[in-house]
């Protein structure tokens, strides 16, 4: 059927001109009906996302370059300056990344961060630096404190005017100033801020005029010095453990200790959040420096997200004989008083033994550029055969940095209590960041907060029963050590006031 001028052609049937006028209604009604279900469907399916682009951190001062969907670029970046961090094959943290829209999520450790997407690589991040400006001492300084003014969270916490410390630490820089002079600097701009975690890493060259300034500088000690003795953590811990085991069961680590405190309560000792992974350390590097040298020199040529696995395998494999062998206790001591950190993937890992599902445990969020990012909720996975009777931690003033994660977890999980007294207060997560001459320096730029949003950085996790430890390092370490029977007894004691 066909419609021209009004009239419908048809070889037999005659139609009026209105109802060839209805014929074109009903024609146009379904032809739009179709492009309107068109239009949905199309608006049903997803955008052609890439995490192809450029891509900027939220808090955190780093951008991204993901280019062909093979390799990425990571930068430090400042408002002076934009360094290469990292350049691989995009395979290596392809598993940790996670897109949604224009945002990406990154996870490295136990933090997801956050970027966005950005039109392009600022145009810092073009040249490459020459090698006179990478050594210019004040270029150095300024890329440090353009760092330290956007990242560092506690200004207000330590009480610090940035600009007028800027200033006076600046002016102390001249053009006689020497690599070393740049270095005492830095550390002593990053002690005036009272920066629990942070540090400052140099090259062989600074070390060795830092030595022959020392060297040239000495003069004969005549002040009396003590003779009490001096303990290392993992020494003081070995004390305490051998002294409180009635049973010992510890298989294969030296960084976990466990076994029978009494007949009815287990005792896990932890040393310390990291050297668990099983690194390809050179034997003649070993013999060189030393294990735990050898063993950073060995990670930091790592993707840091492999190298945090590696943590974690390796805690895992020993927290499977541990709690195979603790299960049947009425109760379990974790006793972190001697542990100076490492990574809170461990100290998660270790926890998630003692949550039978998922639950949120803590919360950080990033100070940068006056402001703070989202606060991000941190969880730990539970475990399907958890232990959930009484569990108590035994915490003190040494107890710092990722054993502080694991500390301030366990405020959210009800049958485990705190025994000893606050832990360090060294909260923050380090922000690791290179300067334009090499060397690498960390600043603390994050908030890291319990379940009701309240922080301890300075003045430490609270614990449940005080046992009024001394703060002073090697005074706590001689009480523990010169009384480890009694030291015993006080922790039996609380455990019973709690139970």
Request: proline content about 4%; some cysteine; aromatic content about 10%.
């Given at each position: ?67 062909d969907s093979t390799r990425y670029a990571f930068y430090d970046l400042t408002s002076i300056s934009c360094l290469p961090n990292r350049e691989a094959g995009l395979d290596e943290i392809l598993a940790d990344l996670e897109l ?29 630096i020459n090698t006179e400006k990478s050594k210019d001492l004040l270029y150095n300084f300024e890329v440090f404190a353009e760092t330290v003014k956007a990242n560092y969270a506690f200004m207000q916490l330590n009480k610090i ?141 790592m993707y840091e997200g492999a190298y945090i696995e590696q943590e974690v395998a390796g805690a895992a494999t020993i927290m499977d004989s541990v709690m195979q062998d603790l299960s049947g206790m009425s109760a379990i001591v ?166």
């Open positions: 059927m066909s419609c021209v001028n009004g009239a419908v052609l048809h070889s037999s049937v005659q139609f009026h001109p209105n109802q060839c006028k209805m014929e074109y209604m009903r024609l146009y009604l379904t032809l739009g009906l179709m492009a309107l279900l068109w239009s949905a469907c199309q608006r049903e399916v997803p955008k052609n996302e890439t995490i192809n682009g450029v891509w900027t951190s939220v808090g955190s001062g780093w951008i991204m370059d993901i280019q949604h829209g224009d945002t990406l999520s990154f996870l490295k450790g136990v933090i997801t961060y956050k970027f966005i997407r950005t039109a392009a690589l600022p145009e810092l991040c073009g040249p490459t005017d940035w600009d007028a410390l800027y200033r006076e630490q600046k002016a102390k820089l001249s053009t006689n100033s020497t690599p070393a002079d740049l270095y005492l600097l830095i550390e002593e701009t990053l002690e005036k801020l009272n920066d629990n975690h942070a540090y400052l890493e140099g090259d062989a060259d600074v070390y060795a005029a830092l030595e022959q300034q020392q060297a040239d500088g000495v003069e004969e000690d005549t002040e009396a010095v003590d003779d009490l003795p001096e303990y290392g953590d993992f020494q003081v811990a070995d004390l305490v453990s051998e002294h409180y085991f009635k049973e010992e069961l510890t298989k294969s680590s030296w960084l976990m200790r466990w076994g029978r405190l009494t007949d009815s309560i287990g005792y896990i000792q932890v040393k310390s959040m990291w050297l668990y992974a099983k690194l390809d350390i050179p034997q003649p590097l070993i013999e060189e420096v030393g294990y735990v040298d050898a063993y950073v020199q060995t990670f930091h040529q974790i006793d972190v008083r001697f542990n100076g950190g490492g990574q809170d993937a461990i100290s998660f890992e270790i926890l998630s033994r003692f949550l039978a599902e998922r639950q949120r445990v803590a919360s950080q969020k990033l100070w940068y550029d006056g402001q703070f990012s989202p606060t991000l909720s941190l969880f730990i996975d539970g475990s399907p055969e958890a232990y959930t009777r009484p569990v108590y931690v035994l915490t003190s003033p040494q107890t710092g940095s990722a054993a502080e994660a694991f500390s301030i977890a366990t405020m959210a999980i009800p049958h485990i209590r705190r025994i000893g007294s606050a832990t360090s207060g060294a909260m923050s997560t380090a922000l690791e960041k290179t300067l334009p001459n090499g060397w690498t320096f960390s600043i603390s730029n994050e908030i890291y907060m319990d379940n009701q949003g309240r922080q301890y950085e300075n003045v430490g996790v609270p614990v449940d029963f005080e046992l009024n430890y001394p703060r002073d390092r090697q005074s706590f370490f001689r009480q523990i050590a010169n009384n480890l029977e009694a030291d015993k007894q006080q922790v039996l004691s609380a455990i019973k006031a709690l139970e």
